[in-house]
């Protein structure tokens, strides 16, 4: 596979099920990106991790977890979501971006979430 | 604060020329990107542009002054595979992008 993927594609669960949502990237990069797609709204970035480090997180509640094992892969974890929490989470991965110069963001086709 | 504008939603009609506008507000500039995205799909990226002036790619350009804070998008010779939204994002100082709510651009036959 090339690119960015992204596993599942569509997600329903209810406010007390645990899921995961699956990232990963066949592009070589070093930083990989969480965001959150809302109808009508920017996206909004959740969390950065770069060489495997979390070097940003956007006051994001703590019902979102994210973990990234290396460069390749990056999860985030989900437990007790509100219905509020229902958006397209959206999952990119670039050069370092802190390596001297602005570095394009590619992204993946994002997990449709719906939280009952 | 940080700010970045762009039209709801636009129509063109199909072989016709359309610019999309984006005007921003950041903390620091260090470029700025036009994406696609169409429905349930990745945002793709179109074009990047840090220097003031016009970058022209096939079918697509897109324009920037940084004195005045302004961006656009211009699309010719529009085709119905141009139906999408279109998004404008501002990398900060931080090199962070900062992401405009996108435009949806509709293109009638």
């Known amino acids: 596979e090339t690119g960015v993927t992204q596993t599942p594609r569509h997600l329903v669960m209810g406010m007390t099920n645990k899921k995961s949502l699956k990232c990963e990237q066949h592009l070589g990069h070093n930083a990989m990106y969480w965001y959150k797609q809302s109808a009508k709204k920017p996206l909004e970035l959740m969390f950065v991790?770069?060489?495997?480090?979390?070097?940003e997180n956007n006051s994001v509640p703590s019902r979102f977890s994210p973990e990234c094992p290396n460069s390749s892969h990056l999860f985030l974890h989900l437990h007790t979501l509100q219905p509020e929490d229902s958006a397209l989470y959206l999952c990119a991965s670039s050069q370092d971006p802190l390596a001297g110069g602005p570095e394009t963001q590619y992204f993946g086709p994002g997990t449709r979430l719906l939280v009952l | 604060g940080q700010n970045i504008d762009q039209p709801t939603e636009m129509t063109a009609t199909e072989g016709a020329i359309v610019q999309i506008n984006c005007t921003y507000q950041t903390s620091g500039f260090n470029g700025l990107f036009w994406y696609q995205q169409h429905a349930g799909e990745a945002p793709t990226f179109l074009s990047y542009n840090v220097l003031d002036g016009l970058e022209e790619k096939g079918r697509f350009s897109s324009f920037l002054s940084r004195s005045k804070g302004y961006s656009y998008l211009l699309l010719k010779e529009l085709q119905m595979k141009d139906s999408a939204s279109y998004l404008c994002?501002?990398?900060?100082?931080?090199?962070?992008?900062?992401w405009g709510a996108g435009t949806k651009l509709i293109i009638k036959p």
């Open positions: 991790y770069n060489f495997k480090e979390q070097t």
């Open positions: 994002a501002v990398m900060d100082s931080n090199y962070q992008l900062i």
